[in-house]
């Protein structure tokens, strides 16, 4: 029998903090996941603190993992300064365990970005949501693939995860010898998101240092196999997941995706400004939405405006990748999960993500693939 977010949190009653008080009634734990026999939570402390508790974050581990039906549990004790100084969360500790014995590893040689097999890793990000980002992300992925590469899509987005949508994916993904999870295999890409892990409407009540403590695990505990690139679908914004991949990865490179119009374009600048503040190189913008043609009367309608995308880039000196117009095609196949590049290989649009995929590898080519990762310093 599965168990329950409930049955959890009244196993947890019996544990007590520091100060005696009962672990949920702390108000230190975030939302308590659970899918399929796995457990996934964390717990926020003053860093002052965390000598203390980790006693009490191994009673937690020990405890759920009892619980019948857990087949694994990943508690992340993390610390944060309070008062002046740094306000940004950092796990203090993250720890998976499962029941079946690790799984041996076998030797590889160094990836020049610190995953096991991937050669290269490109986010694709926008400044705001509602851009057209994530489709972007997958089509991008899949024309990576046509022109020759070896493809993986990490969905970064821990709370608003759209793979599963994209690409019609119902299954969960399996694990290797109970401790690694194996991706999933769609049209050629090896792909991992959290929303394969849980319900489909089920909220991500999180903080920051637990999104930290997922997106380190699905990289770095995924057995992404050998890739040319992996292509990562980040959350829009310039948050606490951006950090952590800029921090984590040595990022090859940035994708930005804006559509034309001045909003979507003010929130994009500050997009391309973060990623050059911590030192991750601008692959270029892609203007996304770019115009209209009229199925029936073949007019074109400029709907968000257009060229502003391309205007930007040579204002700030960045690559312009190509435009995407704004299609009834790319709007169903999307729906369907049955990303355009895909389904419709030959069409004009796929031909657009191709042409903006061979402007990416020459970006990649003249930059170099490989960089060391930023020291990130947050002031107060």
Not at 18 to 39: A, C, E, N, R
Not at 65 to 84: C, D, Q, R, W, Y
Not at 164 to 182: F, S
Not at 271 to 294: D, H, K, T, W
Request: hydrophobic share 40%; glycine share 10%; proline share 8%.
């Amino acid at each position: 029998m599965a168990p329950t977010k409930q049955q959890v949190t009244e196993a947890l009653s019996a544990i007590k903090a520091p100060d005696g008080t009962p672990l949920p009634q702390t108000g230190t734990m975030s939302d308590i996941v659970v899918s399929d026999g796995k457990v996934f939570f964390s717990i926020a402390v003053d860093a002052s603190a965390v000598k203390a508790w980790e006693p009490v974050r191994k009673r937690v581990e020990d405890t759920v993992k009892a619980i019948p039906g857990v087949v694994s549990v990943m508690v992340a004790l993390t610390a944060e300064k309070s008062g002046g100084g740094s306000k940004q969360p950092a796990p203090a500790h993250s720890h998976s365990h499962s029941h079946a014995p690790a799984a041996p590893r076998g030797a590889r040689g160094e990836s020049p970005t610190g995953v096991p097999g991937v050669q290269s890793i490109i986010a694709v990000a926008s400044g705001k949501g509602g851009v057209g980002k994530s489709t972007t992300a997958i089509n991008l992925a899949l024309a990576l693939r046509d022109i020759g590469m070896k493809v993986g899509v990490l969905d970064a987005d821990i709370y608003g995860p759209s793979l599963p949508k994209l690409l019609a994916i119902k299954e969960r993904p399996e694990t290797i010898g109970g401790t690694r999870l194996k991706p999933i295999v769609r049209h050629g890409l090896n792909v991992m998101s959290i929303g394969f892990l849980i319900e489909e409407e089920t909220p991500m009540i999180w903080r920051g240092p637990m999104v930290m403590s997922a997106l380190t695990q699905m990289l770095r505990e995924v057995e992404w196999g050998e890739l040319d690139i992996m292509v990562v679908d980040m959350p829009p914004g310039t948050g606490d997941a951006q950090l952590t991949m800029a921090q984590q990865v040595p990022l090859a490179g940035a994708v930005i995706v804006s559509t034309p119009q001045d909003l979507a374009l003010i929130d994009a600048r500050r997009g391309i400004a973060m990623f050059q503040r911590v030192n991750v190189p601008v692959l270029g913008i892609v203007e996304n939405m770019s115009y209209f043609m009229c199925p029936q009367c073949g007019s074109r309608s400029d709907i968000f405006g257009h060229g502003g995308a391309r205007r930007e880039a040579e204002r700030l000196d960045v690559p312009f990748l190509g435009e995407v117009p704004l299609d009834m095609a790319i709007r169903e196949t999307s729906d369907a999960g049955a990303p355009l590049v895909a389904t419709h290989p030959d069409g004009p649009h796929a031909k657009v993500y191709r042409a903006i995929a061979e402007n990416v590898r020459r970006q990649l080519e003249g930059r170099g693939s490989a960089r060391p990762t930023p020291k990130i310093v947050i002031e107060a």
